[in-house]
């Protein structure tokens, strides 16, 4: 996760290193590393912030020249750090504790647009709320988008959750409210909102959200945005913040960004926390967002070597295991086999990669593209790196039997996916600006 960042950063600590710590000299690595930033997904209210805090610190400096570059690895480390810590820290099981102790139901409103993930991150925290012993209740406040109400009844009844839902075209502040009677009747601690995608330039569909606000009154909202989308999902943020005033955002996809300017862009354009990012297709793949692990990631406190993985494993160095620890514990011939099987992921990786010279999409089906993008709420790929990566986990999808979200152990209706994928709502091909 997140090369791009981490290349910048690095390349700049060691330009400086090189140099006598002249303005000039400065200003010319700075720039160059505004352009990386740039290239990262970093907001330009981010760059500005880093480029002064760092000049600030540079100029007149008296450093030995062998410790340039820790200096100026631990200034953008502090600049960074300082930036999420403006942001604070929130605890939501605590709230919904303190609001459960006055009788009441926590109510919690999801924002952002289509394809972002944002019904499954509900469903995602749903599940995370039912381990933490709280009740839920959801709110099938999304009467706008076809299928919206099949799909989060199909997760509530995984979850095994009640749902309030209505008909299509049903005024979403109506079911809202009837979900937050509910609640109140039936002592429930919390209630999920889920809401329809809407594109932060429509007047209308948000004038739509502040009624759902005016309504019920939510305790908490929260922006739910793609970190695959990069700055455009920082524009999103800009939009919805302006009108929602939400108080935190959860990032999807987190695990396949290599970039990583979305967190740290949102964080300083809304003042608020990144809540939790999501790391998998699973319910459990929601994990919190933490500070020391993203530094971590960014700036490094290990040995690449140590810390290498394989793309498909990413997520799982979200538990922090002492290396020592690992080797006291894992007898040798368990931990000679786990390698043998990395490498065999890797290889398997390389095999199914595309070439960058070739269409990305060749051999697959057009209905199974599709079909994938329907499952999933993949949104279209915006370069050649994006449609490559997609159509890697599209060929594993197949390769593993079409599994449904979430559903590995069971069969597929390929007649009924079939027939999902020829239904007229899907308004774009996934793959059309790609496919030669």
């Given at each position: 996760m997140f090369e791009n960042l981490r290349d910048a950063f690095s390349s700049a600590a060691k330009s400086l290193g090189e140099r006598e710590l002249k303005e000039k000299d400065i200003e010319d690595v700075l720039f160059q590393l505004e352009i990386s930033l740039l290239e990262s997904d970093v907001a330009t209210e981010v760059i500005d912030s880093i480029k002064f805090d760092l000049t600030k610190k540079l100029i007149g400096t008296k450093i030995n020249k062998k410790e340039i570059e820790k200096f100026v690895k631990d200034s953008l480390i502090q600049t960074i750090s300082s930036l999420f810590d403006s942001a604070g820290k929130i605890d939501i099981f605590s709230k919904i504790t303190s609001k459960r102790a006055s009788g009441q139901p926590y109510i919690i409103l999801f924002v952002g647009i289509n394809g972002t993930g944002k019904t499954t991150t509900l469903a995602k925290l749903a599940y995370l709320l039912q381990k933490s012993k709280f009740s839920v209740v959801v709110a099938a406040a999304d009467t706008f988008r076809a299928g919206a109400i099949e799909q989060l009844k199909e997760h509530t009844s995984r979850l095994n959750l009640k749902i309030v839902a209505q008909t299509y075209g049903s005024d979403p502040a109506a079911v809202a409210r009837d979900a937050v009677l509910y609640a109140k009747s039936h002592k429930i601690d919390c209630v999920l909102v889920d809401t329809a995608g809407r594109m932060q330039t429509s007047k209308n569909l948000m004038d739509q959200i502040a009624k759902i606000i005016n309504v019920v009154k939510p305790d908490f909202k929260i922006f739910v945005g793609d970190s695959l989308a990069g700055n455009d999902t920082v524009n999103q943020a800009k939009e919805f913040h302006k009108h929602t005033k939400f108080d935190a955002a959860i990032l999807t996809k987190s695990d396949a960004d290599a970039r990583g300017g979305a967190a740290l862009s949102i964080v300083k354009v809304t003042s608020t926390p990144v809540l939790y990012v999501g790391v998998g297709q699973e319910y459990k793949d929601l994990k919190t967002f933490d500070k020391e692990l993203f530094l971590e990631t960014v700036f490094g406190k290990h040995d690449e070597s140590e810390i290498s993985?394989?793309?498909?494993?990413?997520?799982?160095?979200?538990?922090?295991?002492?290396?020592?620890?690992?080797?006291?514990?894992?007898?040798?011939?368990?931990?000679?086999?786990?390698?043998?099987?990395?490498?065999?992921?890797t290889e398997e990786y390389d095999e199914i990669k595309p070439s960058k010279d070739s269409d990305p999409f060749e051999g697959l089906d057009t209905k199974d593209i599709n079909l994938y993008a329907d499952l999933f709420d993949a949104p279209p790929p915006e370069n050649d790196q994006q449609a490559q990566e997609l159509s890697v986990k599209i060929k594993k999808w197949i390769s593993n039997g079409r599994p449904k979200p979430y559903d590995n152990s069971k069969e597929v209706d390929t007649?009924?996916?079939?027939?999902?994928?020829?239904?007229?709502?899907?308004k774009h091909s996934l793959f059309g600006r790609f496919k030669k």
């Open positions: 993985i394989t793309k498909e494993k990413v997520h799982e160095t979200e538990s922090k295991i002492d290396s020592k620890q690992v080797e006291e514990t894992i007898p040798e011939s368990q931990a000679i086999e786990e390698s043998s099987r990395e490498s065999q992921i007649q009924k996916m079939k027939d999902d994928s020829e239904k007229p709502k899907k």
